[in-house]
């Protein structure tokens, strides 16, 4: 059964690498990450998808070993290159799939390595599942933050043992990773800044979200630019202008990085702007939104 929040979000959603052995095989996701698109994601726009070439780059499937367990990853990155700025692109609802890996890409072209870890992997393959309400009651739900906060540091990790700059750190994610990327923004001192695309902002506790967003805005320890849209069904502006409010006075009290934190509301623009499979997708908003992401990372230190 969802919870209240989660029926939220569902309703928004609508209109080194190295070898697995026994125990890891069994555990870890047997899945090719960023292959097609998830099913729960259908129907795809494919006139309107983006396919960002490969060309240029190194991109792939790796795992990371996390207190036993074998965290799946895709990432891409330009070829050859080391000491590179490090962006962790946190999934969508649906998992590491197309959108996410293509995402990854863009940020590779743009310089980065682009990492994205599949942090439903312990519940869960978000590939087998058909229905939305579904994959949310019986993968999503039982996700804990704590898990994913664990899986993020090990991306960070491998990221600083196969070419990346770990001075030079920043995170973004869509909508179930949009709440991701402020709760990593506020417990995790890796990154130097964090873009979070329609991210949820409150909820209500539980023990295995027992924050959100809200609740962290005095902890924020690296600015975050939150890129929302005024039609989106499930997060109201009412949300965004409390986080606002919050940020802004943890800023009065000194801390530096929710001072800096900002918002972009695209007044026009429903849930999932930037997904171009979807018939949610916004071109205009989406183009401009990325290239503000770059233009924050970039004036932030990450690039």
């Known amino acids: 059964m969802l919870n209240p929040d989660q029926t939220k979000e569902f309703d928004a959603l609508l209109p080194g690498q190295s070898t697995l052995n026994g125990a890891n095989r069994r555990t870890a996701l047997k899945v090719a990450l960023g292959v097609g698109y998830a099913a729960t994601a259908m129907p795809i726009m494919a006139q309107t998808a983006i396919q960002t070439s490969s060309e240029?780059?190194?991109?792939?499937?790796?795992?990371?070993?996390?207190?036993?367990?074998?965290?799946?990853?895709?990432?891409?990155?330009?070829?050859?290159?080391?000491?590179?700025?490090?962006?962790l692109v946190v999934q969508e609802i649906f998992g590491v799939h197309e959108y996410i890996a293509d995402t990854c890409r863009r940020f590779a072209k743009a310089g980065y390595l682009a990492i994205a870890p599949e942090l439903y992997a312990r519940q869960g393959d978000p590939?087998?599942?058909?229905?939305?309400?579904?994959?949310?009651?019986?993968?999503?739900?039982?996700?804990?933050?704590?898990?994913?906060?664990?899986d993020l540091d090990g991306a960070v990790k491998w990221a600083g043992e196969n070419g990346g700059d770990l001075k030079k750190v920043g995170i973004t994610g869509f909508c179930w990773g949009g709440r991701i990327t402020w709760l990593y923004a506020a417990q995790s001192k890796n990154i130097k800044a964090g873009v979070a695309?329609?991210?949820?902002?409150?909820g209500t506790a539980s023990a295995l979200t027992p924050k959100h967003p809200l609740d962290l805005a005095a902890s924020v320890k690296a600015p975050v630019l939150g890129l929302y849209g005024g039609q989106d069904g499930g997060i109201p502006l009412t949300t965004v202008n409390q986080m606002k409010d919050a940020l802004a006075e943890a800023?009065?009290?000194?801390?530096?990085?929710?001072?800096?934190?900002s918002f972009v509301v695209y007044k026009d623009a429903p849930h999932?702007?930037?997904?171009?499979?979807?018939?949610?997708?916004?071109k205009e908003a989406a183009a401009d939104a990325f290239a503000k992401a770059l233009a924050w990372f970039k004036g932030h230190g990450v690039a």
């Open 197 to 202: 695309w329609y991210g949820r902002l409150v």
């Open 127 to 150: 590939t087998k599942y058909g229905e939305t309400a579904k994959l949310i009651a019986e993968v999503v739900s039982k996700v804990p933050d704590e898990q994913v906060m664990g």
């Open 251 to 261: 800023g009065s009290k000194g801390n530096a990085a929710a001072k800096a934190s």
């Open 56 to 87: 240029g780059l190194a991109t792939g499937e790796a795992i990371y070993d996390v207190s036993g367990f074998s965290v799946p990853f895709f990432y891409a990155m330009p070829a050859g290159k080391k000491n590179l700025p490090v962006v």
């Open 272 to 282: 999932a702007f930037h997904a171009d499979y979807r018939p949610s997708y916004r």
